[in-house]
């Protein structure tokens, strides 16, 4: 029997405009990435992910900080990190955080790994760029490790040598739900297999179609390793309003400068509302518009790539607080239960086993 698909919601706490149209103060938008986790639960999303940055347009920086205030009010959502920049981390730090969330959450807590899409934790933690992949290799290993929840042997180059430490808490249920995030790079998702871990694809350009290679060399990698099939996710950026013109009208302004800003760094010319518009269109990789129109998308795309979760990132620049609530709760009373209906049409989404242990 086919697995439902898991809906999430993931955000990074992009710092939001007040009704007067001055940016909110960062503590403000932390307040309200609460308020906004807490109405996910309400409405029956699965999981919200909240990730870690260090500039300017995201107010959060510790996201489990954050998770743990919405785990206190909150009674079934999973709590997880979208993502957690674990090379300019301590696997040890990072373990034992996320194995207190999980305790105050009574199991709800997960973790995605990935080296982020920015680089100003490295310089701010003291860490060498030139180390990029060494230390994410490393540092992935030991987590690994640690995920046993087992006194912890392991040498490398990166941190000091463990020598049969018990790592604490550990947590109740024996195992904390660890993923790996990717931005598209095959070695990367070959890595996730390597490590035995499930597979989040952050796909934020092109066609979501596009990416269904990837997932096939991670099915035949697992397969090379004699793996069982584990999860795989896609994290994409999307609004939900109540037509399409009203959602794709409400998002672009905040969309566009939040892109020409990230653009302009890495060397990107302008956007435009054309090449917006192609992002929103069916095969783009912008889930914007109505209900409807954003639950056929998903249900495409979990098809195409036999998804067990999709997580969209509901947050976009400086969109206002008052509206990412309402996307909030258009996409779990109406997107969610259009796309299940979707998807229970055809069959559902290939079945994934969950209950597989991470980390092998």
Do not use: C
């Not at 934020?204 to 584990?230: K, N, Q, T, W």
Request: charged residues 25%; negative net charge; proline residues 6%.
């Amino acid at each position: 029997m086919a697995h439902a698909l898991e809906l999430g919601i993931d955000t990074f706490g992009d710092v939001t405009l007040a009704p007067d149209g001055s940016p909110r103060s960062e503590a403000q938008v932390i307040r309200d990435v609460v308020e906004e986790g807490v109405l996910a639960d309400r409405v029956g999303i699965d999981i919200i992910g909240i990730g870690e940055h260090h500039r300017s347009e995201f107010a959060v920086s510790s996201p489990e900080m954050v998770l743990a205030a919405i785990a206190a009010r909150t009674e079934r959502i999973h709590l997880g990190s979208a993502v957690t920049v674990l090379s300019s981390d301590d696997p040890v730090r990072v373990f034992q955080r996320f194995a207190t969330l999980d305790a105050i959450s009574d199991g709800r807590a997960e973790v995605i790994l990935g080296r982020g899409s920015f680089t100003e934790s490295f310089p701010l933690f003291g860490y060498d760029l030139a180390q990029y992949e060494e230390l994410f290799e490393e540092k992935v290993d030991l987590f690994v490790r640690l995920l046993a929840e087992e006194p912890v042997h392991w040498s490398g180059t990166t941190r000091a040598a463990l020598t049969g430490q018990q790592v604490h808490p550990r947590t109740e249920g024996g195992s904390l739900t660890t993923w790996i995030g990717v931005g598209g790079s095959p070695e990367s998702v070959i890595r996730a297999a390597r490590y035995g871990l499930p597979l989040v694809i952050a796909i934020i350009g092109g066609e979501s179609v596009r990416f269904a290679p990837l997932v096939d060399l991670y099915h035949r990698a697992l397969d090379r390793l004699d793996l069982p099939r584990l999860p795989v996710a896609v994290h994409s950026p999307g609004y939900v309003a109540d037509t399409d013109e009203e959602a794709r009208e409400e998002v672009w302004p905040h969309w566009r400068q939040m892109r020409d800003r990230i653009g302009a760094e890495r060397g990107w010319g302008p956007t435009s509302r054309a090449e917006f518009d192609r992002l929103a269109g069916p095969e783009g990789s912008l889930y914007v518009g109505s209900p409807e129109t954003v639950a056929t998308k998903i249900a495409t795309t979990a098809r195409a790539l036999q998804l067990s979760r999709f997580d969209l990132k509901y947050s976009a620049g400086h969109l206002p607080h008052d509206l990412l609530m309402r996307n909030i709760e258009l996409y779990g009373t109406e997107v969610a239960p259009r796309v299940r209906a979707l998807l229970a049409d055809v069959g559902g989404p290939v079945p994934l086993d969950h209950s597989v242990p991470t980390g092998a």
